[in-house]
């Protein structure tokens, strides 16, 4: 079974679309994480839950 690692980001209201791109971008891009979910609220808000899968080191004799 797989093991993530979360992390949630919220975005204002005022932020726009294509700065909200570049912001989960870069994440992707660097950090190595992927789009879970994406909530976008009535007043505009965004709510973006990014994972990534943790490797564990496994012994071998």
Do not use: N
Not at 10 to 37: C, M, Q, V
């Amino acid at each position: 079974m797989a093991d993530y690692d979360y992390l949630v980001l919220y975005l204002p209201r005022g932020t726009t679309r294509d700065a909200a791109r570049r912001i989960l971008t870069e994440h992707a891009e660097y950090g190595s994480w992927e789009l879970a979910r994406l909530r976008l609220y009535a007043d505009g808000s965004r709510k973006a839950t990014l994972r990534r899968r943790i490797i564990r080191a496994v012994k071998t004799f």
